[in-house]
């Protein structure tokens, strides 16, 4: 069975950093692009990063230079280090596997919250 779990969430200021993880089971974590979503209330869900099996990365134009996705094959692990964080990042974040689509559905995702 495929599960993907994601967690580091929180509270943070304006100008704050959160890391988030998303682990992986129940694949051949190696073999597939991962991604990270998002989704704000009353916006539709968005793709914010990926990264490919060879480690090549992608950003949405909003997160660019701020937002920093990386993997660890070894672990079966993704990672979404964020940075200078913004309200507008306000936003439940989920992972996601495969290109250009998402092969799996949505799971609980990780709530992110940026105010003062």
């Known amino acids: 069975q495929v599960q993907l779990v994601e967690s580091g969430g929180g509270l943070v200021q304006p100008g704050g950093s959160l890391r988030l993880s998303c682990a992986a089971s129940?694949?051949?974590?190696?073999?597939?692009?991962m991604t990270w979503y998002r989704q704000a209330p009353g916006k539709q869900r968005e793709l914010v990063a990926r990264?490919?099996?060879?480690?090549?990365?992608n950003y949405a134009d909003s997160v660019k230079g701020r937002f920093t996705i990386s993997r660890d094959n070894a672990k079966n692990m993704v990672y979404l280090q964020m940075n200078s964080l913004k309200p507008e990042d306000t936003a439940v974040y989920y992972c996601?596997?495969?290109?250009?689509?998402?092969?799996?559905?949505w799971g609980q995702g990780t709530q992110v919250t940026v105010s003062s």
């Open positions: 129940g694949i051949i974590f190696s073999m597939y692009t």
């Open positions: 990264i490919d099996k060879g480690g090549d990365t």
């Open positions: 996601n596997l495969g290109w250009p689509l998402p092969l799996l559905g």
